[in-house]
């Protein structure tokens, strides 16, 4: 709206009639209240939902000794997970038995980018996009979860993470 105001006046109309207006973080409210004339008194901050029936600490796999790592996402550079992969050598040097696997769609090209930074580690473990249960099967093996996005402050993949008992480690973005 702020970017293209002719798209307010076209097609955004009768919000001052909405009982309540849900946003995702507080710096929202402020900004819904001035573009759209909303009284704070109706804008309630709402988180990300998940389905605790899946993501929860129910048969959680004990740490075993190997201490894993996961990020799940999209596959781009504004994610950080391809300098995540270049961290795999430094982490195993220190910790040798740790492994780092990446949950995401990743074209050849970029698998193989991943690979290389991660020098080639067998360490690594890249797979494809998951179903919801597959994913919160998966999340209870792992032990920390890490999301060095650049502009995503805590992804609603994080707060599953998080609710399947991982630590989450994530880079210091307001949000």
């Known amino acids: 709206i702020k970017r293209h105001p002719h798209l307010k006046e076209r097609y955004i109309h009768n919000l ?3 009982h309540t207006v849900f946003t995702v973080t507080p710096k929202d409210c402020s900004a819904i209240e001035a573009l759209f004339a909303i009284p704070k008194e109706r804008i309630r901050i709402s988180g990300g939902g998940f389905d605790p029936r899946l993501f929860n600490t129910e ?22 997970v391809f300098e995540l992969a270049k961290t795999v050598p430094l982490i195993l040097k220190h910790y040798p038995h740790t492994e780092l696997t990446i949950i995401g769609n990743a074209t050849d090209d970029q698998k193989a980018q991943l690979y290389q930074n991660a020098h080639g580690s ?6 494809n996009a998951l179903t919801q249960r597959d994913m919160s099967a998966l999340l209870k093996t792992m032990n920390i979860f890490i999301l060095p996005s650049y502009y995503e402050a805590l ?13 989450a480690v994530t880079t210091e973005i307001e949000g």
Do not use: H, M, P, Q
Request: hydrophobic share 40%.
């Open 16 to 18: 001052d009639k909405l």
């Open 59 to 80: 048969n959680r796999r004990s740490f075993d000794g190997t201490c894993r790592l996961v990020y799940a996402g999209k596959i781009s550079e504004s994610k950080g």
């Open 122 to 127: 067998d360490r690594l473990k890249i797979c």
């Open 155 to 167: 992804g609603l993949v994080a707060v599953e993470a998080l609710a399947c008992g991982l630590f």
